[in-house]
Protein backbone atom coordinates (compact mmCIF):
# COMPACT_ATOMS: atom_id res chain seq x y z
CA UNK A 1 0.00 0.00 0.00
CA UNK A 2 1.53 3.24 -0.99
CA UNK A 3 1.60 5.65 1.44
CA UNK A 4 1.33 9.90 1.05
CA UNK A 5 3.27 12.00 2.63
CA UNK A 6 1.96 14.86 1.59
CA UNK A 7 0.74 15.88 4.70
CA UNK A 8 1.18 20.27 5.87
CA UNK A 9 0.62 19.93 9.46
CA UNK A 10 4.25 20.74 11.30
CA UNK A 11 4.75 23.40 8.26
CA UNK A 12 4.93 26.36 9.52
CA UNK A 13 5.85 29.93 7.14
CA UNK A 14 7.11 32.05 10.55
CA UNK A 15 9.54 28.91 11.65
CA UNK A 16 11.10 29.15 8.33
CA UNK A 17 11.28 32.88 8.27
CA UNK A 18 12.74 32.87 12.06
CA UNK A 19 15.10 30.22 10.56
CA UNK A 20 16.09 31.75 7.72
CA UNK A 21 16.20 35.60 9.24
CA UNK A 22 18.75 34.09 11.78
CA UNK A 23 20.92 32.68 9.53
CA UNK A 24 21.47 35.97 7.75
CA UNK A 25 21.33 37.59 10.99
CA UNK A 26 23.93 35.65 12.35
CA UNK A 27 26.30 35.37 9.05
CA UNK A 28 26.32 39.31 9.71
CA UNK A 29 27.07 39.28 13.29
CA UNK A 30 29.38 36.85 12.20
CA UNK A 31 31.52 38.76 9.38
CA UNK A 32 31.62 41.88 11.68
CA UNK A 33 33.34 40.35 14.65
CA UNK A 34 35.93 38.51 12.29
CA UNK A 35 35.67 39.87 8.81
CA UNK A 36 36.05 43.53 9.36
CA UNK A 37 39.19 43.29 11.16
CA UNK A 38 40.38 41.17 9.17
CA UNK A 39 39.52 43.74 6.51
CA UNK A 40 40.56 46.96 8.36
CA UNK A 41 44.32 44.98 8.67
CA UNK A 42 44.15 43.90 5.41
CA UNK A 43 44.00 47.68 4.36
CA UNK A 44 46.57 48.40 6.57
CA UNK A 45 49.19 46.02 5.28
CA UNK A 46 48.33 47.59 2.05
CA UNK A 47 49.20 51.13 3.19
CA UNK A 48 52.36 49.73 4.65
CA UNK A 49 53.54 48.04 1.59
CA UNK A 50 52.23 51.02 -1.02
CA UNK A 51 54.79 53.27 1.35
CA UNK A 52 57.25 50.90 0.26
CA UNK A 53 57.18 51.07 -3.07
CA UNK A 54 56.65 55.05 -2.82
CA UNK A 55 60.15 55.55 -0.70
CA UNK A 56 61.48 53.69 -3.67
CA UNK A 57 60.53 56.42 -5.47
CA UNK A 58 62.07 58.72 -3.50
CA UNK A 59 65.03 57.08 -3.63
CA UNK A 60 65.01 56.54 -6.95
CA UNK A 61 64.63 60.34 -7.03
CA UNK A 62 67.26 60.97 -4.48
CA UNK A 63 69.47 58.90 -6.96
CA UNK A 64 68.99 61.36 -9.73
CA UNK A 65 69.87 64.00 -7.44
CA UNK A 66 72.89 62.57 -6.50
CA UNK A 67 74.20 60.55 -9.33
CA UNK A 68 72.91 62.26 -12.35
CA UNK A 69 73.55 65.72 -11.68
CA UNK A 70 69.49 66.81 -11.73
CA UNK A 71 69.54 69.65 -9.33
CA UNK A 72 65.64 69.55 -8.56
CA UNK A 73 63.58 66.93 -8.23
CA UNK A 74 59.57 66.04 -7.48
CA UNK A 75 57.13 63.48 -6.91
CA UNK A 76 53.84 63.09 -5.93
CA UNK A 77 52.85 60.48 -3.34
CA UNK A 78 50.20 59.47 -1.41
CA UNK A 79 50.45 58.91 2.21
CA UNK A 80 47.89 56.79 3.82
CA UNK A 81 47.58 54.76 6.83
CA UNK A 82 50.27 56.92 8.79
CA UNK A 83 52.43 60.00 8.41
CA UNK A 84 55.72 61.04 6.29
CA UNK A 85 57.88 63.78 7.60
CA UNK A 86 61.23 64.93 7.73
CA UNK A 87 63.61 65.48 10.30
CA UNK A 88 66.07 67.11 9.85
CA UNK A 89 69.90 66.91 10.03
CA UNK A 90 70.46 69.42 12.35
CA UNK A 91 67.70 67.78 14.94
CA UNK A 92 69.04 65.69 17.98
CA UNK A 93 67.33 62.93 16.56
CA UNK A 94 69.21 62.70 13.61
CA UNK A 95 71.66 59.85 12.76
CA UNK A 96 75.61 60.18 12.10
CA UNK A 97 78.11 58.81 10.21
CA UNK A 98 81.70 58.80 10.92
CA UNK A 99 84.28 57.93 8.21
CA UNK A 100 87.88 57.94 9.37
CA UNK A 101 90.82 57.42 7.65
CA UNK A 102 94.52 55.87 9.30
CA UNK A 103 95.36 59.47 10.73
CA UNK A 104 92.13 61.21 11.66
CA UNK A 105 88.22 61.54 11.12
CA UNK A 106 87.86 62.53 7.32
CA UNK A 107 83.85 63.34 7.44
CA UNK A 108 81.39 63.09 9.86
CA UNK A 109 77.66 64.05 8.97
CA UNK A 110 74.23 63.52 10.47
CA UNK A 111 72.09 62.20 7.86
CA UNK A 112 68.46 63.75 8.78
CA UNK A 113 65.96 60.81 6.87
CA UNK A 114 62.71 60.85 5.51
CA UNK A 115 60.44 58.66 8.18
CA UNK A 116 56.83 57.21 7.63
CA UNK A 117 55.10 55.66 10.30
CA UNK A 118 52.18 53.21 10.08
CA UNK A 119 48.96 54.52 12.20
CA UNK A 120 47.78 51.08 13.16
CA UNK A 121 50.52 48.58 11.85
CA UNK A 122 53.54 48.58 14.05
CA UNK A 123 56.16 50.06 10.97
CA UNK A 124 58.14 52.58 10.50
CA UNK A 125 59.81 52.84 6.74
CA UNK A 126 62.36 55.29 6.40
CA UNK A 127 64.71 56.65 3.97
CA UNK A 128 68.39 57.26 5.30
CA UNK A 129 71.20 58.27 3.96
CA UNK A 130 70.13 56.56 0.38
CA UNK A 131 68.47 53.08 2.06
CA UNK A 132 65.25 52.55 2.46
CA UNK A 133 64.67 50.24 5.74
CA UNK A 134 62.04 49.39 7.36
CA UNK A 135 61.39 48.15 11.18
CA UNK A 136 58.95 47.77 14.10
CA UNK A 137 58.58 51.00 16.37
CA UNK A 138 60.21 50.44 19.98
CA UNK A 139 62.19 47.41 18.33
CA UNK A 140 65.75 46.80 17.86
CA UNK A 141 65.83 44.50 14.40
CA UNK A 142 65.43 46.81 11.07
CA UNK A 143 65.78 45.65 7.63
CA UNK A 144 67.24 47.08 4.30
CA UNK A 145 64.82 47.27 1.43
CA UNK A 146 66.88 49.01 -0.81
CA UNK A 147 70.53 49.55 -0.44
CA UNK A 148 72.75 52.55 -1.15
CA UNK A 149 75.77 52.52 -3.31
CA UNK A 150 78.71 52.72 -1.52
CA UNK A 151 81.13 49.83 -3.12
CA UNK A 152 84.89 48.90 -3.41
CA UNK A 153 86.67 48.69 -6.83
CA UNK A 154 88.50 45.70 -6.37
CA UNK A 155 91.54 46.65 -9.48
CA UNK A 156 91.86 49.88 -8.55
CA UNK A 157 91.41 49.40 -4.72
CA UNK A 158 89.55 52.09 -4.60
CA UNK A 159 86.44 52.93 -1.41
CA UNK A 160 83.74 54.82 -2.56
CA UNK A 161 81.29 56.13 0.19
CA UNK A 162 78.10 58.31 -0.40
CA UNK A 163 76.80 59.99 2.46
CA UNK A 164 73.65 61.93 2.40
CA UNK A 165 71.74 64.77 4.48
CA UNK A 166 68.47 66.01 4.34
CA UNK A 167 68.09 69.36 5.57
CA UNK A 168 64.66 71.47 5.80
CA UNK A 169 64.22 74.59 7.02
CA UNK A 170 60.94 73.29 9.22
CA UNK A 171 59.55 70.69 10.86
CA UNK A 172 57.58 69.19 8.07
CA UNK A 173 55.22 65.95 8.10
CA UNK A 174 52.16 65.08 5.85
CA UNK A 175 49.04 62.59 5.91
CA UNK A 176 47.22 62.41 2.34
CA UNK A 177 49.04 63.19 -0.74
CA UNK A 178 51.43 65.61 -0.89
CA UNK A 179 54.63 66.10 -3.41
CA UNK A 180 58.11 65.32 -2.08
CA UNK A 181 60.37 68.73 -3.61
CA UNK A 182 64.00 67.99 -3.13
CA UNK A 183 67.20 70.12 -4.41
CA UNK A 184 70.66 69.62 -3.92
CA UNK A 185 72.39 73.10 -4.11
CA UNK A 186 76.00 71.72 -2.80
CA UNK A 187 77.64 68.29 -2.93
CA UNK A 188 82.12 67.84 -1.32
CA UNK A 189 84.21 65.38 -3.25
CA UNK A 190 87.11 64.57 -0.95
CA UNK A 191 89.65 61.96 -2.18
CA UNK A 192 92.48 60.69 0.10
CA UNK A 193 94.88 59.16 -1.72
CA UNK A 194 96.33 56.97 0.83
CA UNK A 195 94.08 56.16 4.00
CA UNK A 196 95.45 53.51 5.29
CA UNK A 197 92.38 51.59 7.45
CA UNK A 198 89.15 53.12 6.92
CA UNK A 199 86.64 53.22 9.12
CA UNK A 200 83.07 53.93 9.34
CA UNK A 201 80.87 54.54 12.27
CA UNK A 202 77.55 54.71 13.19
CA UNK A 203 75.48 56.15 15.88
CA UNK A 204 72.15 56.78 16.96
CA UNK A 205 71.08 53.04 16.73
CA UNK A 206 67.22 53.37 15.36
CA UNK A 207 68.76 51.20 11.81
CA UNK A 208 72.21 49.88 13.70
CA UNK A 209 71.01 46.24 12.23
CA UNK A 210 70.00 47.17 8.67
CA UNK A 211 73.53 49.14 8.51
CA UNK A 212 75.63 46.38 9.95
CA UNK A 213 73.82 43.66 7.53
CA UNK A 214 75.02 45.63 4.65
CA UNK A 215 77.96 47.17 5.68
CA UNK A 216 79.46 43.07 6.55
CA UNK A 217 77.56 42.26 2.95
CA UNK A 218 79.89 41.48 0.26
CA UNK A 219 79.41 44.18 -1.53
CA UNK A 220 80.84 46.79 0.83
CA UNK A 221 83.19 44.27 2.34
CA UNK A 222 83.98 45.55 6.09
CA UNK A 223 84.09 43.57 8.99
CA UNK A 224 82.06 44.72 12.50
CA UNK A 225 85.73 45.91 14.75
CA UNK A 226 83.58 47.17 17.41
CA UNK A 227 79.95 47.98 18.19
CA UNK A 228 78.42 49.94 15.34
CA UNK A 229 82.08 50.02 13.81
CA UNK A 230 83.57 48.90 10.60
CA UNK A 231 86.95 48.43 9.17
CA UNK A 232 87.99 47.54 5.55
CA UNK A 233 88.78 44.06 4.94
CA UNK A 234 90.79 45.19 1.74
CA UNK A 235 93.00 47.26 1.52
CA UNK A 236 92.43 50.35 0.36
CA UNK A 237 94.69 52.69 -1.83
CA UNK A 238 91.58 55.17 -2.23
CA UNK A 239 88.93 56.45 -0.28
CA UNK A 240 86.12 58.48 -1.52
CA UNK A 241 83.98 60.69 0.43
CA UNK A 242 81.39 62.18 -1.41
CA UNK A 243 78.76 64.27 1.18
CA UNK A 244 75.30 65.63 -0.66
CA UNK A 245 73.31 68.48 1.48
CA UNK A 246 69.84 67.74 0.02
CA UNK A 247 66.78 69.90 0.76
CA UNK A 248 63.97 69.57 1.50
CA UNK A 249 61.25 71.83 1.00
CA UNK A 250 57.87 70.40 0.99
CA UNK A 251 56.19 67.09 1.49
CA UNK B 1 8.44 22.99 -10.02
CA UNK B 2 7.60 21.80 -13.44
CA UNK B 3 7.12 24.54 -15.14
CA UNK B 4 10.44 25.94 -14.31
CA UNK B 5 12.92 26.68 -17.73
CA UNK B 6 16.64 25.35 -16.20
CA UNK B 7 18.08 26.34 -19.46
CA UNK B 8 19.42 30.03 -18.29
CA UNK B 9 21.22 28.00 -15.51
CA UNK B 10 24.96 28.24 -17.84
CA UNK B 11 24.42 32.02 -17.91
CA UNK B 12 24.94 31.93 -13.70
CA UNK B 13 27.94 29.30 -14.76
CA UNK B 14 29.38 31.74 -16.73
CA UNK B 15 29.53 34.91 -14.09
CA UNK B 16 31.01 32.40 -11.98
CA UNK B 17 33.68 31.73 -14.47
CA UNK B 18 34.38 35.14 -15.16
CA UNK B 19 35.05 36.15 -12.05
CA UNK B 20 37.79 33.51 -10.69
CA UNK B 21 39.64 34.89 -14.33
CA UNK B 22 38.96 38.13 -12.95
CA UNK B 23 40.55 37.06 -9.63
CA UNK B 24 43.72 35.33 -11.01
CA UNK B 25 43.97 38.97 -13.96
CA UNK B 26 44.40 41.05 -10.73
CA UNK B 27 47.43 38.60 -9.41
CA UNK B 28 48.84 38.67 -12.31
CA UNK B 29 48.67 42.56 -13.34
CA UNK B 30 49.87 43.12 -9.24
CA UNK B 31 52.52 41.47 -9.80
CA UNK B 32 53.77 42.67 -13.65
CA UNK B 33 53.97 46.19 -11.71
CA UNK B 34 56.67 45.31 -9.95
CA UNK B 35 58.25 43.27 -12.76
CA UNK B 36 57.71 46.60 -14.78
CA UNK B 37 59.82 48.19 -12.15
CA UNK B 38 62.71 46.73 -12.20
CA UNK B 39 63.06 46.06 -15.71
CA UNK B 40 62.72 49.91 -16.40
CA UNK B 41 65.21 50.23 -13.73
CA UNK B 42 67.69 47.86 -14.68
CA UNK B 43 67.47 49.15 -18.74
CA UNK B 44 67.92 52.72 -16.93
CA UNK B 45 70.67 52.26 -15.01
CA UNK B 46 73.30 50.82 -17.10
CA UNK B 47 75.24 53.69 -17.98
CA UNK B 48 75.86 53.24 -21.62
CA UNK B 49 76.62 56.75 -22.59
CA UNK B 50 79.29 57.67 -19.79
CA UNK B 51 80.87 53.77 -21.12
CA UNK B 52 80.59 55.50 -24.53
CA UNK B 53 81.81 59.12 -23.50
CA UNK B 54 85.00 57.33 -21.64
CA UNK B 55 85.67 54.81 -24.74
CA UNK B 56 85.58 58.35 -26.79
CA UNK B 57 88.17 59.90 -24.80
CA UNK B 58 90.32 57.25 -24.40
CA UNK B 59 90.86 56.48 -28.34
CA UNK B 60 91.13 60.61 -28.34
CA UNK B 61 94.10 60.04 -25.97
CA UNK B 62 95.43 57.32 -27.84
CA UNK B 63 95.25 59.24 -31.13
CA UNK B 64 96.94 61.98 -29.52
CA UNK B 65 99.84 60.00 -27.36
CA UNK B 66 99.92 56.86 -28.45
CA UNK B 67 100.91 54.15 -25.38
CA UNK B 68 102.78 57.09 -23.65
CA UNK B 69 99.38 58.68 -22.36
CA UNK B 70 100.04 61.86 -20.13
CA UNK B 71 99.85 61.70 -16.41
CA UNK B 72 98.06 64.37 -16.21
CA UNK B 73 95.79 63.89 -18.94
CA UNK B 74 95.15 60.26 -17.63
CA UNK B 75 94.42 61.88 -13.96
CA UNK B 76 91.90 64.53 -16.02
CA UNK B 77 89.48 61.83 -17.12
CA UNK B 78 89.61 60.00 -13.56
CA UNK B 79 89.04 63.00 -11.25
CA UNK B 80 86.31 63.96 -14.09
CA UNK B 81 84.37 60.35 -13.92
CA UNK B 82 84.39 60.51 -10.46
CA UNK B 83 83.15 63.91 -9.62
CA UNK B 84 80.31 64.00 -12.61
CA UNK B 85 79.41 60.30 -13.22
CA UNK B 86 80.39 59.29 -9.70
CA UNK B 87 82.10 56.20 -11.66
CA UNK B 88 85.54 54.79 -10.37
CA UNK B 89 87.40 54.33 -13.75
CA UNK B 90 90.93 53.28 -15.05
CA UNK B 91 92.51 52.69 -17.95
CA UNK B 92 96.58 51.39 -19.32
CA UNK B 93 97.81 51.93 -23.02
CA UNK B 94 100.03 49.69 -24.25
CA UNK B 95 102.73 49.55 -26.89
CA UNK B 96 101.44 48.02 -30.42
CA UNK B 97 101.00 44.70 -31.19
CA UNK B 98 100.62 42.66 -34.51
CA UNK B 99 97.03 41.35 -35.04
CA UNK B 100 95.86 39.24 -37.45
CA UNK B 101 96.04 41.47 -40.66
CA UNK B 102 98.91 42.87 -40.37
CA UNK B 103 97.49 45.73 -38.55
CA UNK B 104 99.19 47.51 -35.40
CA UNK B 105 97.50 48.32 -32.68
CA UNK B 106 97.60 49.60 -29.16
CA UNK B 107 95.75 47.12 -26.48
CA UNK B 108 93.78 49.49 -24.25
CA UNK B 109 92.59 47.90 -21.25
CA UNK B 110 89.35 50.12 -20.08
CA UNK B 111 87.62 49.24 -16.38
CA UNK B 112 84.61 51.24 -15.46
CA UNK B 113 82.77 50.54 -12.03
CA UNK B 114 80.33 52.86 -10.60
CA UNK B 115 78.59 50.53 -7.71
CA UNK B 116 76.17 49.39 -10.35
CA UNK B 117 77.69 48.18 -13.12
CA UNK B 118 81.10 46.92 -14.23
CA UNK B 119 82.41 46.97 -17.23
CA UNK B 120 86.12 46.06 -18.05
CA UNK B 121 87.15 46.11 -21.55
CA UNK B 122 90.27 45.01 -23.66
CA UNK B 123 90.05 47.03 -27.20
CA UNK B 124 92.44 46.95 -30.21
CA UNK B 125 93.07 50.78 -31.26
Not at chain 2, 19 to 46: K, P, R
Not at chain 2, 60 to 81: L, N
Request: glycine fraction near 6%.
Amino acid sequence: MRVTMDNDRAVSESIGFILILGLVVGSIGLVTLYGYPVLLKEQSTTDVRNMERAMIVVQNDLKSLCYKNVPYKETSLQVSGGTLEVINASSAAAEKFRVSNATGVVAEVKLGRLEYRSDRENYVITLENGAVMKRQADQTGSVMLAEPRWFYDPPTRTFVVYLITFNTTEYMSKTGVGAVKMSLPQKVTLVDDDPGTVTVEYTGGDYSTAWRNYLTSPSVGMAETDPNTYENTTPVDRLVVKVYDVWVHDI
Amino acid sequence: MEGLNEEGQWIVLMGLLVAVAMFFLALIVNQSALVGQTTAEGVLEFPKNDIRDLRTEIFDCVDEFGDTVDADVKKDIVVISLERKNAVVDFSVDPEVEISGGRWLHPVKIHYNNGVTVYDETVYY
